[in-house]
Nanobody, 114 residues
Framework: QVQLVESGGGLVQPGGSLRLSCAAS????????MAWYRQAPGKQRELVAW???????YYPDSVKGRFTISRDNAKNTVYLQMNSLKFEDTAVYYC????????WGQGTQVTVSS
């Protein structure tokens, strides 16, 4: 069973940056198309970025141009570089496969506040 551990969240001012990491256990990480999701209080969990095994990426308009997803298969890790953060980016951030097929980790809290 693959386990996911997210880290890198914190408190940041609007316009600031954070880099999130998601470390996956197990040896099959490289075959998964991975994604980052977020869930704000009272809202549904939403997709913020995905990356295929071949390195193709997708971003919804809400984060396009500000967030960058990447992966390091040798380290079984997927990253999310978040720049120009806005108040509305405040949420708990999670990683999983594109089809949400793995057990969710604990997530990492990102709070954008002045």
């Amino acid at each position: 069973q693959v386990q996911l551990v997210e880290s890198g969240g914190g408190l940041v001012q609007p316009g600031g940056s954070l880099r999130l990491s998601c470390a996956a256990s197990g040896s099959l990480f490289s075959i998964y198309n991975m994604a980052w999701y977020r869930q704000a209080p009272g809202k549904q969990r939403e997709l913020v970025a995905w990356i295929t095994t071949g390195g193709s990426t997708y971003y919804p308009d809400s984060v396009k141009g500000r967030f960058t997803i990447s992966r390091d298969n040798a380290k079984n890790t997927v990253y999310l570089q978040m720049n120009s953060l806005k108040f509305e980016d405040t949420a708990v951030y999670y990683c999983n496969t594109i089809i949400r097929g793995l057990s969710w980790g604990q997530g990492t809290q990102v709070t954008v506040s002045s």
